[in-house]
């Protein structure tokens, strides 16, 4: 089980999302099936020569529209009303439109068949919002005929309300020959902020019971969904169970949360529906499928080029009708491989923005939190299909206000363990307290503070179940004696206490859970007398909001570690719903730069961020979905580790004197393509060991150095780590029984019948619902 936690209602939303979108219909019913991108259409429906082709959400560019009009030669009308005009050559009237023959396997936008394109975005009513027009399907259907319109839809979450009006209309989804999508579930789209009120689970409900409702008039023909299963690698992401449970997954841990769904019309089978379902293949065939294959799945999306048209090989029709090109599975596998190497070998030989080389990483080998400006190279490639410049802009202030300007030398040398990069000069005091907001399961943090610093800690949390929280239940040793530190389980030498308490922007009661403030649980304490650790998953904002109010409260906090999430939407900060999402950036960058006055910042978590993302792997066909933020080079710090130390141990003030960004001074250059992964971020199952013995020497700048060659650190960590995997390699699934087949591994994104889908070994994230 990759995850920390398991909720039992996410599993059943999941289970009923893969029932619900799990396809009942053959390749023989659809006379064969043709895939394309994100698509598998049944040919049943393709043979129109009269129909029209919808697209809701085009982007810069929209290889779906291009298709309807350049293989099947059908007029297409585009609607968008985010992307700028002058990066959409459609949305322009500028790419070629009805104007002859297309380059389909190289050339750039075109259209053989006439186009049009509309400023209007899709929604549930037609209205303004935020200064963009929506406007709604039925109105656009209006004066179709049946089965007249092929209909595609990727709005970025605001497709629900769409879809429920849909279900509402038996004449409307008649005028519908296929339905394509992206579906998203538990995305807040602006278009749906009525909707706000719901609860996590009501929201995922109500979603799937619009899915399950098109089946009355509608067949699933196919996803993406085994493509996306087949490109998870739990054992090797999460080898700790240590990642975060996703809103919804599986029985397995495989999050369905966002995917593209094929539906073709009931109406072209007139005597009715099969009742017979497919078996499900989740362990009957003998030749298994690792989630462990090094052979990565293919890109999802290809957005940049047009795929070409049908190969011109001979083509035979199996027993089911399926259409198979005349050629070994071998032989289009290694075709494949082959396509894929050649491109990443050209996107690792590009150069980088503006010729410089990359940064270099000066503890590579360091787990999670590190010292000293952020080494962030650019992707070589754009890695999104869109670029929006405030988001790059928002980025960039991020990692200005969160570069640490401090040396070792004037900390006394740094301390690292997990997310937290200490300084020594802070981390002297007997009499201190430490303050641990958010510690789920287990919290390594306050461990750490009672076993090494031997402080008191009080741990604070409303979310976890007691039953699974040791330190929650007060069953953890309690200043007992020493404990095992390397190989023990929950335990504390000195005393600690625990709350049943949420950290908020008052003392209140949210959903049932107790919260309070972090003023009131400073009351009575003297200056720098508190260590304060705060990972409470995005309602940090209000809490941080409120401390640079007071000064007073602020003198009173040694060091402040926290994990900081921008943009999210916390149930504690519901009051703010309201703001756009620049709006809600702005103010979060703002917070972040006021903590300057009085702290400075030690370490993140960014670097090793950046060591572990790989964009000209990930998105070789600048296909990813751009981030709600990012840098200028591509890479988001939407959510990292970070800590701070207060400015008061410099009673002569600051220096004003800022490090140079390590951003094109190293020859010594580290590829963002590196095969060697970054180190695991944290480690929430075991405490990190105290400090080695071996014997420890001083740099020049104060810092902490173990007397080993980095030679002997890295050999050690990839020996440790190779260990690890190959003993997760070895688990049995669970249940014991062998995967299923992917029948088709070399097909791009969507396929035909029940998807694959694969348990993990085991549980990867923090928590499962």
């Known amino acids: 089980w990759p995850y920390v936690t398991n909720t039992p209602w996410r599993s059943a939303v999941g289970e009923r999302i893969i029932r619900a979108v799990t396809p009942d219909i053959t390749g023989e019913e659809c006379d064969g099936w ?9 040919n049943k429906a393709m043979k129109s020569k009269t129909a029209l082709a919808l697209s809701f959400g085009i982007e810069e560019r929209d290889l779906y529209s291009e298709y309807m009009s350049n293989h099947y030669h059908l007029p297409t009308k585009l609607f968008d009303c985010f992307i700028e005009t002058e990066k959409s050559p459609p949305m322009a009237g500028t790419a070629p439109n009805a104007a002859g023959p297309c380059d389909t396997q190289n050339g750039g936008h075109c259209y053989e068949t006439k186009y049009e394109s509309f400023r209007i975005c899709l929604g549930n009513e037609a209205t303004e919002i935020d200064g963009r027009q929506y406007d709604t399907l039925s109105s656009l259907l209006v004066g179709r005929g049946p089965l007249s319109t092929h209909v595609k839809i990727d709005v970025e979450g605001s497709e629900w309300s769409v879809l429920e009006a849909l279900l509402a209309s038996d004449e409307d989804q008649a005028k519908i020959r296929t339905l394509d999508m992206e579906i998203h579930f538990g995305f807040r789209a602006a278009s749906e902020a009525s909707l706000n009120h719901l609860s996590e689970k009501e929201r995922l409900d109500r979603e799937v019971g619009i899915i399950e409702g098109l089946s009355k008039n509608f067949r699933v023909t196919g996803t993406t969904l085994e493509t996306y299963r087949q490109g998870w690698f739990p054992n090797k992401d999460c080898p700790e169970q240590q990642c975060h449970e996703p809103i919804v997954h599986t029985a397995g841990g495989f999050s369905p949360q966002m995917f593209a769904i094929s539906f073709v019309n009931k109406a072209f089978w007139k005597s009715g529906v099969s009742g017979k379902v497919p078996k499900v293949r989740a362990a009957a065939v003998a030749d298994t499928t690792s989630d462990e294959e090094e052979t990565p799945a293919p890109a999802p999306r290809n957005r940049r080029r047009p795929a070409p048209a049908p190969a011109s090989a001979p083509e035979t029709a199996s027993e089911g009708g399926e259409v198979q090109v005349a050629k070994t599975k071998a032989e289009v596998k290694a075709e494949a491989k082959a396509a894929r190497a050649k491109e990443l070998k050209r996107n690792d030989n590009l150069p980088y923005p503006g010729g410089k080389p990359p940064c270099k990483y000066l503890l590579p080998d360091q787990v999670s939190s590190r010292p000293g400006p952020p080494c962030i190279p650019p992707a070589r490639i754009w890695p999104y299909v869109t670029n929006t410049p405030w988001r790059s802009a928002v980025g960039e202030r991020i990692i200005r206000a969160v570069t640490p300007d401090i040396t070792g030398e004037e900390c006394d ?14 981390m002297k005091s007997k009499t201190a307290l430490a303050l641990s907001f958010g510690i789920e399961e287990r919290d390594l943090y306050s461990e750490y503070m009672s076993n090494h610093y031997h402080l008191p800690t009080k741990l604070f949390d409303c979310f976890i179940e007691t039953e699974k929280s040791p330190p929650m ?13 390397q190989n023990g389980g929950h335990c504390y030498e000195t005393k600690y206490e625990s709350f049943r308490i949420c950290l908020g922007n008052e003392a209140t009661e949210i959903d049932g859970r107790q919260y309070d403030t ?6 009575g304490r003297g200056p720098l007398s508190t260590h304060v650790k705060i990972d409470v998953e ?18 009173k906090i040694r060091t402040l570690d926290m994990e900081i999430h921008f943009g999210f939407r916390a149930a504690s900060e519901a009051s703010l719903n309201h703001l756009s999402e620049k709006e809600r950036l702005d103010r979060e960058v703002g917070i972040i730069e006021g903590l300057s006055k009085n702290f400075r910042v030690t370490g993140t978590t960014l670097e090793t961020y950046r060591q572990g993302w790989f964009p000209n792997k990930d998105c070789p066909e600048q296909q990813c979905h751009e981030p709600i933020v990012h840098t200028a080079g591509g890479f988001s710090p939407q959510m990292f580790a970070i800590s701070f130390v207060n400015k008061a141990f410099w009673k002569s003030g600051v220096s004003g004197k800022v490090p140079k960004v390590r951003a094109a001074a190293v020859a010594d250059t580290t590829s963002d393509e590196e095969e060697t992964p970054a180190p695991a971020p944290r480690n929430r199952r075991r405490p990190a060991p105290a400090p080695a013995s071996a014997p420890e020497t001083a740099s020049e700048g104060g810092e902490v150095q173990v007397a080993k060659t980095k030679a002997e650190v890295k050999a050690e960590a990839k020996a440790a780590r190779a260990k690890e995997l190959k003993r997760n390699d070895n688990l049995p699934y669970p249940g014991g029984k062998p995967p299923c087949k992917y029948l088709l591994p070399d097909q791009v994104s969507s396929r035909p019948g029940p998807p694959c889908i694969p348990p993990a070994r085991i549980w990867p994230y923090v928590t499962n619902t």
Do not use: R
């Open 34 to 42: 043709h895939m394309f991108g994100d698509q598998t259409w049944c």
């Open 413 to 426: 040398g740094w301390h690292m363990f997990g997310d937290q990069t200490w300084c020594n000069k802070a």
């Open 473 to 485: 239940a007060g069953t953890a040793p309690n200043a007992a004696g020493p404990c095992d530190t």
């Open 518 to 523: 972090l003023s009131s649980l400073l009351v």
């Open 538 to 555: 995005g309602s940090e904002w209000s809490v941080l909001e409120a401390l640079l109010a007071s000064d007073e409260d602020q003198a």
